[in-house]
């Protein structure tokens, strides 16, 4: 099915401008002195996008800045955080931040590549889900561009569909057909003080709670393991066309996240999927970090495993666990027979002895007296001394 051509390179959510009420820098106004707007792309909650050309290098890319009525030192702050976090990363699973700077009115400024294609949740708008085979090559290269993120000590903080791009023209298995964006929210994870510590307070809940692991869900200090849920989570609406986990505001759907036992794919749909691909999903959305998988290049091998028709760890432990769990059932209902064949046999006994018990008493002694007639007088009566 071929797709409406769209361009969007935000690491945050665009929606298209429809009208120039929204376009605070018209086509041809030249910012940082060097590149030219050619055309506004959208906007997202805070910032703005453009397409822009580098006036020396005549090369489109995507400049991104804050809304004026958005401008406050926090924000200001975490846009630069941002830009620092994301040019940390070079991979080519992730969008690629060119230049950072600050405009004539001291408004700061993000260039990143340009990206002709559409987001993950524009496509699941269109087909509901995805197959097997388009989100195992979708998520391994999504695995990628985070593991590579996750050794740089970065967590992204908001995955989710819209922050998943398809790159327009490029089969899915392709390197670089898919994008992670918008490391708006994103912190480094070995690094908590200063600046970093300011904008990611413990006890402040960020991200987006459809897909927030049970610990950012709890404002608790999260690692890349909390990206590994949520990426989980994603990979569940890909191959269902539903959430996990759904409440009726955001937070009750962030207490189910706590508290819910997890659905499987096929709970979810009716569907049947690989038992490989149903114990990934559920060894991404373990409750306890602890459980899940440690990193997300474990989870691109076990993806490519099920493509190769290799051996998928976590579906050997899954099936594994569940062989001990109905040995240890079978052993209970085993010992209870067991137990109950004793109880049996030891009431029989029981019985045998008291019945025997009963009858091995001597019996007492009789006096038999005989009739008499109603005129023989009491005295003339034999008594037991009396000889015959």
């Known amino acids: 099915m071929s797709q409406p051509k769209q361009h969007f390179m935000s690491p945050n959510t665009p929606v298209e401008t429809q009208d120039g009420t929204d376009i605070e820098f018209n086509p041809g106004h030249m ?31 995507a400049l991104k800045t804050i809304s004026k009525q958005c401008l406050t ?17 070079d991979h080519p699973n992730v969008i690629m931040v060119n230049d950072f700077g600050l405009l004539d009115d001291d408004t700061p400024f993000l260039v990143m590549e340009l990206i002709d294609g559409e987001t993950l949740g524009d496509r699941l708008k269109v087909c509901s889900r995805l197959s097997v085979d388009e989100v195992i090559d979708l998520f391994i ?9 996750h050794t740089k000590g ?3 903080r908001d995955i989710k569909p819209n922050n998943i791009m398809l790159i327009h023209g490029m089969p ?17 994870s070995a690094r908590e003080g200063g600046e970093v510590q300011a904008l990611t307070r413990t006890g402040e809940v960020f991200g987006s709670p459809l897909y927030m692991s049970p610990e950012q869900c709890q404002g608790e200090t999260v690692d890349h393991r909390s990206d590994i849920y949520s990426l989980g989570c994603v990979m569940f609406e890909a191959l269902t066309g539903t959430l996990p986990f759904i409440g009726e505001n955001a937070l009750l759907t962030m207490l189910k996240h706590q508290q819910d036992p997890t659905p499987t794919l096929r709970e979810a749909t009716g569907n049947t999927y690989p038992k490989s691909l149903e114990a990934i999903v559920a ?4 409750k306890q970090p602890g459980e899940r998988y440690q990193s997300l290049g ?25 062989k001990k769990e109905e040995d240890i059932v079978s052993i209970t209902k085993s010992n209870f027979v067991t137990l109950l064949c004793g109880v049996a046999v030891l009431t029989a006994i029981a019985s045998y002895f008291a019945v025997y018990s009963i009858t091995a008493v001597a019996p007492p002694k009789i006096i038999h007296v005989r009739e008499t007639s ?15």
């Not at 290269?141 to 993120?149: E, I, L, P, T, W």
């Not at 899915?172 to 480094?188: C, Q």
């Not at 490519?304 to 099936?319: D, L, S």
């Open 283 to 286: 060894k991404m959305l373990a």
């Open 374 to 388: 109603n005129n023989t007088p009491a005295s003339s009566l034999p008594t037991e001394n009396t000889p015959h």
């Open 141 to 149: 290269q999504v695995c990628f561009g985070m593991s590579y993120a």
């Open 172 to 188: 899915l298995g392709t390197e670089g057909s898919v994008k992670v964006v918008d490391f708006g929210i994103a912190k480094y």
């Open 298 to 322: 474990d989870v691109a091998m076990e993806l490519n495993a099920i493509k190769t028709g290799g051996v998928v760890k976590a579906a050997v432990r899954q099936e594994q666990k569940k």
């Open 154 to 156: 970065i967590v992204h």
């Open 73 to 89: 030192e926090k924000s200001i702050r975490r846009f630069q955080q941002e830009a620092i976090t994301t040019f940390a990363i």
């Open 31 to 61: 910012l940082g002195g060097r590149y030219q707007v050619i055309t506004c792309l959208g906007r997202g909650g805070m910032g703005i996008v453009y397409k822009v050309k580098q006036f020396f290098l005549d090369k489109e890319l």
